[in-house]
């Protein structure tokens, strides 16, 4: 362990740790653009010189090695006269345009220009102009204000996994472009805009729309999947701006995909903003209490199993809960989260978890994917599964279709069979599952959602069992869920026999007379056209345009909640605007409603709901933590039919209310489905 | 100077192409055959008339099993890889201190008028391209410029344009000094060793 003095003080520091990395240990700020621990080492922008006893120039700590007996010094007139040169140099074709620059106010070249700029430039000459490039609809390109630090260059490459990026000429005439100036072909391109250290790269959404020192910043958690990003939500009026991401090192580390960063113009659009009630075929506005009457007229007298509830996949904890006991008090069990289909069940929650955990897939040396497309089902998961197959030799095998995963992938087969053949020992792959050390297998919405999806899960299960998946210290079964709801709806137990199919067949024969949607929109709608539909959500989208009766809800912005993502792990999302006109946040809508129809439910607050929802879930007081569940018997004894494991539905980017209402994701979608795109409002 | 390739039809390598390319490629270890992408440009750029078109890019990227945007990346890098058409006749007139101070500007110049164009550009006939070029590293030659591989050495106006014209006519004009000189050695005769030392002193 290499010993050094840093500013006269010692420190011990592992073998490997940079200069720059054991500065910051002790506390010490190095200024860089180009170092990002995140990244390779680049050491081009030259920001982070320090000095170093007996070398005669100063050195670039992000790239040197710390060695015993090292003497530094980074508070030196020689220090800071180094790095106003730099500094000097990078303003010289720099623009200074900060005032109509997106990043100003959060930007790394102008907080270090105030402690190493001078004034005064000293270049009389014509600084340099750079072409803008067009890399899509997501990200802005202003190349002039480019300083060539390559943290874009290098995450396209090693994080997102596409190679698209370059810098192309030498020296002056050095540029960052995409290959052809094509759009890049990533969910996860815009993380870039974060990365730049400069304006060079910025939203193109959020051009010209707000400052960062007038955003109102809310910490919260993401529901466009299951993962659970923590992210940050920037509001202004009552309108969310723009998502960043936050750092969880166990969860999204620093990334958020595009469809979260960019679905938040649908937060605004086709809203549902007051009740309707359906008069003579058509939705008309109607009061709280006209639409609240309507929906008691015809619940009164219905029996319980006359009434069943599908949860749509962006559901609070707290709104499922409150909807639940509803349910119980009008005397229905009939609720319903897995409007996909999928086959998972409650009750064994090892057997809905990732239970490997996110972080743990750095852990693991062997991976099956069964019908598991990650890259869309979870983009900033793909990124971890990538991280593991470059940095700790992780080896991924797939069952399931063929898709572009950005790493190194092992088709077996599209062929549910092929798992009888692994468990049986016949299959090659057999021998590698048993030697490997921590295996996982992720089950994915393509083996989830088929037909005899149980019969997988069992199947899986067995081989857990049998390769001995499942230790003391380690749970090599996962479920890659799609629906930020989803766990938490298991949790609740909101799961009925025969799932969806079983409810819809009953609406469409009038068994189940009236179906409650709790923002539920991702299935065939014309099943219910028979049956009374109650739609409780933001948008107004599939479920709404069948309901009879529309109680305009909150979208996940505008409320507080608990949501678990994929690996159990429960999470608080907080409120960052309110629900436009007269759009409530659902429990408050169910609280009223049950006034109506005579059961009141018993919580008056959203402190009594959530203390009622914890005393019947006591491990929703562990807050993020990803613990171990108990491993149990699951899923079908029966053997998978043979056949192909779906592929997963292409609209990757419209997958919810929210991202269908938001312009910008269904530019993207257009775009990943190759419809030609025209220059939007906000090219320069 | 511009990084943008331009499109072209379709290109792939010859089989003597492939030949060269495949010796270059055996230097490398397996598995690190992208260590050849500079040598596999050259043999493209070769073949393809001494230009590198978008197709050419995409072809060693595609031959080597490299991102098409790495392979672009080098070809702009370096400036003896070219990105548009050329004339079937480079010629690269060294400009840097030791040819200019020996005149450099009078062959550019003679070329500017013979030719018609200006550096940088090529006849309207496609037969001649005018590049300047950095040091060609036969200063003691100065000033040089090199012609398809030949180097022409100790010009001056007048000798440039006779190349020019032979070019022109379809000859191969001799290469080397274009003065009365033998390689490089003293321009106005030999100062020293004038005389074969006697044989008998041989090894005495």
């Known amino acids: 362990m290499p010993t050094l003095t840093i500013n006269g003080k010692e420190i011990t520091v592992e073998p490997g740790t940079t200069v720059m990395r054991a500065c910051e240990e002790m506390g010490i700020e190095v200024p860089h653009f180009c170092y990002h621990e995140r990244l390779s080492i680049a050491g081009n922008c030259r920001m982070c010189l320090v000095e170093m006893e007996h070398s005669p120039k100063p050195i670039a700590s992000c790239a040197m090695p710390a060695g015993d007996g090292m003497v530094i010094y980074t508070d030196t007139p020689e220090v800071k006269k180094a790095r106003e040169g730099v500094m000097e140099f990078l303003l010289i074709n720099h623009p200074l345009d900060c005032p109509i620059c997106d990043q100003g106010g959060e930007c790394d070249l102008q907080d270090q220009a105030i402690a190493y700029g001078t004034g005064k430039s000293r270049y009389q000459e014509n600084k340099r102009a750079v072409k803008d490039k067009d890399i899509?609809?997501?990200?802005?390109?202003?190349?002039?204000?480019?300083?060539?630090?390559?943290?874009?260059?290098?995450?396209?490459?090693?994080?997102?996994?596409?190679?698209?990026?370059?810098?192309?000429?030498?020296?002056?005439?050095?540029?960052?472009?995409?290959?052809?100036?094509?759009?890049?072909?990533?969910?996860?391109?815009?993380?870039?805009?974060?990365?730049?250290?400069?304006?060079?790269?910025?939203?193109?959404?959020?051009?010209?729309?707000?400052?960062?020192?007038?955003?109102?910043?809310?910490?919260?958690?993401?529901?466009?999947?299951?993962?659970?990003?923590?992210?940050?939500?920037?509001?202004?009026?009552n309108e969310v701006m723009r998502i960043l991401p936050r750092l969880h090192e166990d969860v999204n580390?620093?990334?958020?995909?595009?469809?979260?960063?960019?679905?938040?113009?649908?937060?605004?659009?086709?809203?549902?903003?007051?009740?309707?009630?359906?008069?003579?075929?058509?939705?008309?506005?109607?009061?709280?209490?006209?639409?609240?009457?309507?929906?008691?007229?015809?619940?009164?007298?219905?029996?319980?199993?006359?009434?069943?509830?599908?949860?749509?996949?962006?559901?609070?904890?707290?709104?499922?809960?409150?909807?639940?006991?509803?349910?119980?008090?009008?005397?229905?069990?009939?609720?319903?989260?897995?409007?996909?289909?999928?086959?998972?069940?409650?009750?064994?929650?090892?057997?809905?978890?990732?239970?490997?955990?996110?972080?743990?897939?750095?852990?693991?040396?062997?991976?099956?994917?069964?019908?598991?497309?990650?890259?869309?089902?979870?983009a900033v998961l793909n990124a971890r599964i990538r991280k593991g197959v470059r940095e700790y030799g992780l080896k991924v095998a797939r069952i399931g279709p063929a898709a572009d995963l950005t790493y190194e992938v092992e088709d077996l087969g599209d062929e549910a069979a092929l798992l009888a053949d692994i468990l049986s020992g016949h299959h090659a792959f057999s021998g590698r599952l048993m030697a490997a050390e921590r295996p996982m297998v992720v089950l994915g919405a393509g083996a989830l959602q088929r037909r005899d999806g149980a019969a997988i899960i069992g199947a899986v299960r067995r081989l857990a069992d049998h390769f001995g998946l499942v230790g003391k210290d380690w749970n090599g079964f996962n479920v890659l869920h799609g629906a930020a709801s989803r766990v938490g709806g298991l949790d609740l137990g909101l799961t009925s026999s025969g799932g969806i199919a079983a409810i819809l067949d009953d609406a469409a024969s009038g068994k189940a007379k009236v179906v409650f949607l709790m923002a539920a929109d991702e299935f065939d709608m014309a099943k219910l056209k028979q049956a009374f539909v109650i739609y409780l959500g933001s948008h107004g989208d599939a479920g709404a345009e069948v309901a009879d009766v529309v109680l305009p809800g909150a979208a996940y912005a505008e409320k507080d909640g608990l949501y678990i993502n994929l690996e159990g792990r429960v999470q608080e999302g907080l409120r960052a605007i309110f629900p436009p006109g007269d759009a409530r946040h659902d429990w408050t809508i169910l609280r009223a409603l049950s006034d109506v129809l005579d059961k009141p439910l018993?919580?008056?607050?959203?402190?009594?709901?959530?203390?009622?929802?914890?005393?019947?879930?006591?491990?929703?007081?562990?807050?993020?933590?990803?613990?171990?569940?108990?491993?149990g018997k699951f899923g079908s004894d029966k053997e998978p039919k043979a056949g192909g494991l779906g592929a997963v539905s292409s609209g990757y980017f419209l997958t919810n209310p929210i991202a269908r209402a938001s312009k910008i994701l269904n530019e993207v979608q257009d775009l990943a489905n190759g419809v030609p795109r025209e220059a939007t409002g906000t090219d320069g | 100077?511009?990084?943008?390739?331009?499109?072209?039809?379709?290109?792939?390598?010859?089989?003597?192409?492939?030949?060269?390319?495949?010796?270059?490629?055996?230097?490398?270890?397996?598995?690190?055959?992208?260590?050849?992408?500079?040598?596999?440009?050259?043999?493209?750029?070769?073949?393809?008339?001494?230009?590198?078109?978008?197709?050419?890019?995409?072809?060693?990227?595609?031959?080597?099993?490299?991102?098409?945007?790495?392979?672009?990346?080098?070809?702009?890098?370096?400036?003896?890889?070219?990105?548009?058409?050329?004339?079937?006749?480079?010629?690269?007139?060294?400009?840097?201190?030791?040819?200019?101070?020996r005149g450099s500007d009078d062959i550019i110049e003679a070329c500017e008028a013979e030719l018609g164009i200006k550096v940088g550009q090529t006849t309207p006939d496609g037969q001649f391209t005018l590049l300047e070029v950095e040091c060609a590293g036969a200063c003691v030659n100065a000033p040089v410029c090199s012609i398809h591989k030949k180097y022409y050495e100790d010009l001056d106006a007048k000798s440039m344009r006779q190349i020019i014209k032979a070019l022109r006519a379809g000859k191969t004009p001799k290469a080397g000094p274009q003065i009365k000189r033998q390689t490089s050695a003293p321009a106005g005769g030999l100062t020293t060793l004038k005389e074969i030392a006697p044989a008998e002193g041989r090894g005495a």
């Not at chain 1, 480019?146 to 874009?152: E, F, L, N, Q, V």
């Not at chain 1, 402190?607 to 929703?620: N, Q, S, V």
């Not at chain 2, 590198?52 to 991102?67: F, K, N, R, T």
């Open chain 1, 136 to 237: 899509g609809p997501l990200v802005k390109t202003i190349m002039t204000r480019c300083i060539h630090c390559t943290r874009c260059v290098r995450f396209a490459t090693e994080v997102a996994g596409i190679e698209e990026l370059g810098a192309l000429g030498r020296g002056e005439d050095m540029e960052i472009t995409s290959y052809l100036e094509r759009s890049l072909e990533s969910e996860l391109s815009g993380n870039i805009i974060d990365l730049c250290p400069v304006g060079a790269l910025t939203s193109k959404p959020y051009a010209f729309t707000a400052r960062s020192w007038e955003l109102v910043k809310t910490e919260t958690i993401d529901v466009m999947d299951a993962l659970g990003s923590n992210i940050r939500l920037d509001a202004r009026d």
């Open chain 1, 253 to 378: 580390e620093e990334w958020i995909s595009d469809k979260t960063r960019f679905h938040y113009d649908g937060l605004g659009r086709r809203r549902l903003d007051r009740p309707y009630v359906k008069k003579q075929g058509k939705l008309q506005e109607a009061s709280w209490s006209e639409a609240f009457e309507a929906i008691a007229t015809k619940l009164n007298g219905l029996k319980g199993g006359e009434l069943a509830g599908i949860i749509g996949d962006l559901a609070d904890l707290e709104s499922m809960y409150a909807l639940k006991l509803l349910f119980r008090a009008v005397g229905s069990k009939r609720l319903e989260c897995r409007q996909d289909g999928a086959a998972v069940e409650a009750g064994c929650r090892a057997g809905y978890l990732f239970n490997s955990t996110v972080a743990g897939i750095e852990e693991a040396d062997l991976l099956l994917l069964v019908g598991a497309n990650p890259r869309l089902e979870a």
């Open chain 1, 602 to 631: 018993p919580f008056d607050s959203f402190g009594e709901l959530r203390a009622g929802l914890i005393a019947d879930l006591p491990h929703l007081n562990q807050r993020d933590v990803a613990a171990a569940a108990k491993w």
């Open chain 2, 1 to 101: 100077m511009s990084v943008s390739i331009t499109k072209a039809n379709g290109f792939a390598f010859t089989e003597a192409s492939k030949a060269q390319a495949e010796a270059h490629i055996a230097k490398y270890p397996a598995g690190r055959q992208t260590s050849a992408v500079m040598p596999l440009l050259t043999i493209a750029q070769e073949q393809n008339d001494g230009w590198l078109s978008q197709p050419c890019i995409e072809y060693v990227a595609g031959y080597l099993s490299m991102p098409p945007i790495r392979v672009h990346e080098v070809a702009t890098f370096y400036t003896m890889y070219r990105l548009g058409p050329v004339g079937k006749q480079v010629i690269e007139v060294c400009t840097t201190t030791p040819c200019w101070l």
